[in-house]
């Protein structure tokens, strides 16, 4: 069986996609395909990958520019055919920003740019890039952020919640949801939310930083082992 393309999104600023290509071709059955922002097709592949980083250096503010790259158009196109999306840290700002995603990424609560390995509780198996969890289990995923405080309107936010689309929220030690594990203020500790088809995903935690436990974690193993079995 050939292996799965999985598209590795390139922007000028973006500093995890080297992180993201290696999960990728870590991943069984994957094969990891650049595509740069500026390329009008996708190159065939089967999955899509908006890596962490500063894209145009976060300027007006995160994800806000690159949402207008050339490859945005296709990569729009893919998600509402019903393509598996990855959107991880700037990732998840510019699936929001592009409208893929409700809600937005605000500056942290603290006003400062966090960096430390982050409890995570998968609150939804609904989506396939979860489907290797169990629900409610506990993972571990570094973040890096100094805007990732996920804000939406009460209606949205309770809609996330009945649908099933949270998808992961930030906890402590023991799985339990605090003011003290939130690490940026986010509206009801919010994590990563899913489409309503659950094929776009958007998180702020780094799963490409946890494919190993030499560095941690491999927890993130799980979710790039979603992505490829949707895509395939």
């Known amino acids: 069986m050939s292996p799965v393309p999985i598209g590795v999104v390139r922007f000028p600023g973006t500093n995890c996609d080297q992180d993201v290509f290696d999960a990728v ?63 991880i840290c700037n990732g998840f700002q510019i699936l929001a920003e592009a409208g893929l995603l409700p809600g ?8 400062t740019f966090v960096c430390r390995d982050q409890p995570l509780r998968v609150d939804s198996v609904r989506s396939p890039f979860t489907a290797s969890f169990r629900p409610g289990e506990i993972v571990r995923f570094p973040i890096a952020h100094g805007e990732g405080n996920y804000v939406a309107d009460d209606e949205t936010l309770d809609r996330l919640e009945t649908a099933g689309r949270v998808v992961f929220r930030y ?23 899913a489409s309503e088809n659950g094929m776009v995903l958007g998180l702020m935690p780094h799963p490409d930083r946890a494919m190993s436990l030499l560095v941690g974690s491999e927890d993130g193993r799980g979710v790039f082992r979603g992505l490829m079995e949707a895509a395939a």
């Open 104 to 111: 937005a990424l605000m500056r942290n609560d603290r006003l």
């Open 171 to 193: 906890v402590d030690e023991d799985g339990r949801v605090t003011a003290a594990a939130n690490p940026n203020g986010s509206a009801r500790s919010i994590a990563g939310i």
């Open 25 to 87: 071709a870590a991943t069984a059955g994957a094969q990891p395909v650049w595509l740069w922002h500026k390329e009008t097709g996708l190159r065939g592949v089967r999955g899509i990958v908006l890596a962490g980083g500063f894209s145009y250096g976060d300027y007006l503010r995160a994800g806000a520019i690159a949402r207008f790259s050339p490859i945005m158009e296709r990569v729009i196109a893919f998600a509402k055919s019903g393509g598996p999306v990855l959107g």
